[in-house]
């Protein structure tokens, strides 16, 4: 061991999504947090690409939000050859908020109760009214934009901006909703429309996954984390995490870690949480071996790695005869589509889906997009998508099944020698009838908002933004990896409070969840600690 | 040039006029400096590179330029086919260096600057008055 250092009460590993709320709601409480962080600050002025005239091009370099295309430093490689979808992820302050499109919504009251309701997968071991006040404090930590009154959820707190604008394009497809009677809301977005919290509404500039430049959209390195630390949370970047010991009595020692350097460091904790993503998160537990866990840490009922969950993505594209000006506005308009979301049993599926309406890709994103030929009628293909498209990303409940899984790939490792992951993953049969039926209502509101022209793609591949399931939530310890408080069944000092604690993916964007329960986590650490 | 031979340089300027060919306002890839925007890309990029050099080199063996235009068309289309891996990049690129100049992004109705620090003006929109008909519908989500 290079460098040995002293103890903390709590240490943190990844400051992305979870990570963030969960040190500062600590730090607000008086308790010593420090954070380990495998990437590094960004600087939105000068890191993030949008004021360049080559913007574009950096989704295929530094913002490719795969890492085996980013292939930085600060990445570690996945070997995904074994599935249909690719996991995708940053790795910054901030994590994976850095690069997201800030789709906020809750999950719903049933995907907390699919067992009882439709007789799949399990119970959550929490409800969504018990993570409610959770709920509502991130929102006003990360500042929400929205219109509450949505038939799809249980009343909320008033939001803390306006709406995303509709704009033309927003218009246009929002008309096809209204003409088939089907349901249609504002989905919550974690960018500000107006001013926030000291952060500017958005300006409308488009290309959110390229970083906000402005900080108007809410990545935690922006919201959460210049709080905690004003606090005393203390945040180190580059540390790299190998593996977490354990002491005689098999609880939670340290945290061995490589800095950027190169160095190796130990740093003890009395309390470990891992918030690294549902496949980083798992990487670390498996590669954490001993005498004790063999099998990996906290892993007695086998399930570390298992139950991966992505959420499938169906494209589905329509094309207008009019210039929509879909350049303008965050990329994604932020309507949801909540019509499928619940179990109807004339379906030949269980659960649901929803839509997220996409505005037009930019120039490059358009003419690369597969549908525009070189030669003589390049142009003309061009001219007729460039600027008049609606895109909905028809979003599917993964159930969980313990064969989607992450393991740890004998052959590969990141740059410093930590073994990488590797995803294995298959698509159910219900998700794959689901996405079908999903295609065809998507494309009956394109015709119904007057599409000349509808595209689509079944099943996208680069769409793994959402990684759960793999350190399941539950009370059984046979059957699960943390209890309801993220706490590992095995080992009372370590818990879990990103995706992976996931007992269902329902078929939203996970974050606001992730966070919710990051800090009702955070309350039962402070507790804990009085 | 940083990396292309001359001959290469010349075979890529035709190539990428047949890939994007000028219309109108529109300029051709060489008229805006594309050919220079892949030698300085392939230039950070040994595989890359690699694969430019060694593409191009096999087509000028064809004696690409000495051809009339639809037997370079026909060429380009055949190796499209035989070396997709090559032709996918030297679309990639081309495009990369075309699309995001701003004589080009003027040019299909764009301001020409990028996205910040100006951003855009967006409407609000008129159908927000639509959702009292989705409100007047009622709960749809499920009460466990």
């Keep these: 061991m290079d460098i040995v250092n002293n103890k903390v009460d709590v240490l943190v590993i990844g400051a992305g999504a979870s990570g963030a709320a969960f040190s500062w709601k600590l730090a607000n409480s008086g308790i010593k947090v420090m954070c380990l962080e495998q990437g590094d600050w960004l600087d939105p002025l000068t890191d993030y690409s949008t004021s360049n005239s080559d913007w574009e091009i950096h989704r295929q370099t530094d913002f490719n939000p795969n890492p085996n295309f980013r292939s930085m430093k600060v990445d570690y490689p996945i070997n995904d050859t074994e599935s249909p979808i690719a996991p995708l992820m940053y790795n910054a302050v901030g994590g994976s908020t850095i690069h997201w499109s800030a789709h906020f919504p809750r999950l719903k009251p049933s995907d907390f109760r699919v067992k009882t309701l439709d007789h799949v997968a399990d119970d959550w071991p929490i409800s969504y009214f018990e993570l409610e006040p959770y709920f509502d404090l991130n929102d006003k930590m990360m500042g929400v934009a929205g219109i ?383 | 040039m940083r990396t292309l031979s001359k001959s290469n340089s010349d075979t890529l300027t035709v190539i990428v006029d047949l890939l994007i060919p000028k219309k109108g306002s529109l300029p051709s890839p060489s008229d805006i400096n594309v050919v220079e925007h892949i030698d300085d890309t392939i230039s950070d990029a040994p595989q890359l590179m690699r694969l430019f050099v060694e593409g191009l080199r096999d087509i000028n063996d064809k004696d690409f330029l000495s051809l009339q235009e639809k037997e370079q068309i026909d060429l380009l289309q055949k190796y499209e086919c035989s070396n997709s891996l090559f032709f996918a990049e030297l679309i990639r690129h081309t495009y990369n260096g075309y699309y995001t100049n701003p004589i080009v992004v003027r040019a299909i109705g764009m301001t020409g600057h990028p996205p910040q620090p100006k951003g855009y003006n967006l409407e609000q929109g008129n159908n927000f008055k639509l959702l009292e008909k989705v409100r007047e519908r009622g709960q749809i989500w499920r009460n466990p």
């Design chain 1, 148 to 530: 509450i009154g949505d038939p799809a959820y249980p009343p909320k707190s008033p939001r803390q901006t306006p709406p995303v604008g509709l704009g033309k394009l927003g218009d246009k497809i929002t008309h096809g909703f209204d003409k088939l009677g089907w349901h249609w809301w504002p989905s919550d977005s974690a960018i500000n429309t107006v001013d926030y919290d000291g952060r500017p509404g958005c300006n409308n500039c488009g290309p959110c996954d390229l970083g906000c430049s402005i900080k108007a959209k809410s990545s935690t390195d922006v919201t959460y984390w210049p709080k905690a630390i004003k606090l005393g949370a203390r945040l180190v970047t580059n540390a790299r995490v190998r593996e977490i010991t354990v002491d005689r009595y098999g609880k939670a020692k340290s945290a061995i870690y490589y800095d950027s350097d190169g160095n190796i460091q130990e740093q003890y904790a009395s309390t470990i949480v891992l918030a690294a993503n549902g496949i980083g998160t798992p990487r670390i537990l498996l590669n954490s071996t001993s005498t004790k866990f063999p099998e990996g840490l906290a892993n007695s009922s086998g399930l570390v790695g298992k139950n991966l969950m992505f959420h499938p993505y169906s494209i589905v594209t329509g094309i207008f005869d009019e210039d929509l000006e879909g350049h303008k506005g965050p990329t994604p308009l932020n309507i949801i589509c909540s019509e499928f979301y619940e179990t109807d049993h004339s379906r030949d599926f269980v659960r649901g889906y929803a839509y997220q309406v996409v505005r037009s890709s930019a120039p490059l994103a358009t003419a690369l997009s597969g549908h525009v030929p070189w030669g003589e009628k390049h142009h003309e293909a061009f001219k007729k998508r460039f600027n008049r498209t609606i895109t909905f990303a028809v979003i599917g409940e993964d159930l969980p099944e313990t064969h989607n899984k992450v393991t740890i790939d004998p052959n590969l490792s990141d740059s410093f020698g930590i073994p990488s992951p590797k995803i294995e993953y298959r698509l159910s049969d219900n998700s794959r009838k689901m996405l079908g039926h999903g295609v065809k209502t998507a494309t009956q509101v394109m015709k119904a908002a007057g599409a000349t022209e509808v595209t689509h793609d079944p099943l996208k591949r680069e769409a793994g933004w959402h990684l759960m399931g793999t350190t399941k939530m539950g009370a059984d310890p046979k059957d699960s990896v943390v209890n309801k408080y993220g706490q590992t069944h095995d080992v009372d000092n370590l818990f879990v409070i990103d995706g992976s604690i996931f007992v269902t993916a329902g078929a939203v964007n996970p974050t606001s969840t992730i966070q919710a329960l990051a800090l009702h986590v955070a309350d039962h650490v402070i507790s804990k600690s009085k």
